[in-house]
């Protein structure tokens, strides 16, 4: 039986991290079974991710438009595929077929600031309710955003499985001090620098790290803090910004992947301060690269560093501050790197392929869902 995969997101930020990390691996166990919908500009990259195996086929409706639920709905009628996986909610609201999604946060009911106006936020919300609702199946990245799923819809806590995400081969902990040295004369980066590496949104609470790190900058003149990604719907951080001595705060824009492992190893540390996370990459990243790391002590971060991260306060940019001149320290922290190393490598996308495809088996024998769009 054939397994359909929603690839049209490989090229968006965060979506597109979980869909190159896990296609690789489901491509090789499911082999002719995998079906992968792309847009005709990603086939390069999802024949080189799958290496040849499984069948792709080409669907030009754009994400969250009207033609996802009209043209992309005929099109996946048409394939038939026993099982659709869709990597994100944004599926066809009427697809009468059987489907597994992976719901990553439900940051569109917790924070709808996120969204530029009441109309945007509804359809989110409509998107994820429609696809919890109507799955076979449901993943979720970490097992806090599993509970809060399952509270929210509570008929679904059931059809609940956690598989966390992983860290791809790239972050290792092996030093290329000559390419770390180009990519900061490159970025305008000088060490010892923190680093910040992810969106801009509210609930990221990168304001609060640039307070955290004008309180540093009155003990160590030195340091650099680096905010990489950029996001024209948030200029206070770039206000914020520019209110400390010049050279202090670099905003580089979006890394070339090609920066980002050598970016991280040569940090003193990578400061993550978000209120909320859905699984919460970066910092398993760093801890792959033998990086220290300052993050917020929620529980989804305690799931994959407890005792590795320092934990702060994300309300407090007293916490945050202490935290990161704590990561200062490298004698004290070499015991916390080591640690953090050998806890990355307990998390695979092989595992996290494995684990999906046993959601799929168990899905594709379940009796059909006839849940309501909305609870």
Not at 330 to 345: D, L
């Amino acid at each position: 039986m054939e397994i359909g995969f929603d690839a049209r997101l490989i090229s968006s930020l965060g979506i597109g991290r979980y869909i190159s990390g896990l296609l690789p691996a489901l491509a090789q166990v499911l082999g002719d079974r995998l079906v992968v919908f792309s847009r005709r500009a990603d086939l390069a990259l999802l024949r080189a991710l799958t290496s040849g195996r499984g069948r792709l086929e080409v669907s030009e409706a754009s994400p969250y438009r009207i033609a996802e639920q009209s043209a992309f709905l005929v099109r996946l009628l048409r394939q038939r595929t026993a099982l659709m996986h869709f990597p994100h909610y944004n599926l066809p609201l009427a697809y009468p077929g059987r489907f597994v999604v992976t719901i990553h946060d439900l940051f569109s009911f917790h924070y709808p600031e996120i969204h530029s106006g009441r109309v945007p936020r509804a359809v989110n919300r409509l998107l994820i309710a429609t696809a919890v609702g109507r799955s076979a199946a449901i993943i979720t990245p970490s097992q806090a955003t599993a509970a809060a799923v399952a509270q929210r819809f509570p008929s679904s806590a059931a059809r609940i499985t956690a598989i966390p995400e992983a860290a791809e081969a790239r972050f290792t902990p092996d030093r290329n001090r000559a390419g770390e040295s180009a990519w900061q004369r490159y970025l305008g980066i000088r060490p010892p620098y923190f680093l910040y590496l992810g969106q801009w949104k509210s609930y990221k609470n990168v304001p609060r790290l640039i307070e955290a790190f004008s309180q540093l900058l009155r003990q160590r003149t030195d340091l650099q803090l680096v905010i990489a990604g950029a996001d024209a719907r948030h200029p206070e951080v770039k206000a914020l910004a520019r209110g400390l001595p010049a050279g202090s705060v670099v905003l580089p824009g979006h890394l070339p992947d090609d920066a980002v492992a050598d970016v991280y190893r040569g940090a003193a540390a990578v400061v993550i301060p978000s209120r909320a996370e859905g699984f919460g990459l970066p910092v398993l990243e760093a801890m792959a690269c033998g990086v220290p790391v300052v993050c917020s002590d929620i529980p989804v971060l305690h799931e994959i560093a407890d005792g590795v991260a320092i934990f702060a306060d994300p309300n407090s940019a007293d916490s945050f501050a202490a935290a990161m001149l704590a990561a200062l320290d490298h004698t004290r922290e070499e015991g916390r790197v080591q640690h953090g190393i050998e806890r990355a490598q307990q998390f695979s996308w092989r595992r996290a392929a494995e684990d999906t495809i046993a959601v799929y088996e168990r899905a594709l024998t379940a009796r059909p869902s006839t849940r309501s769009k909305s609870e």
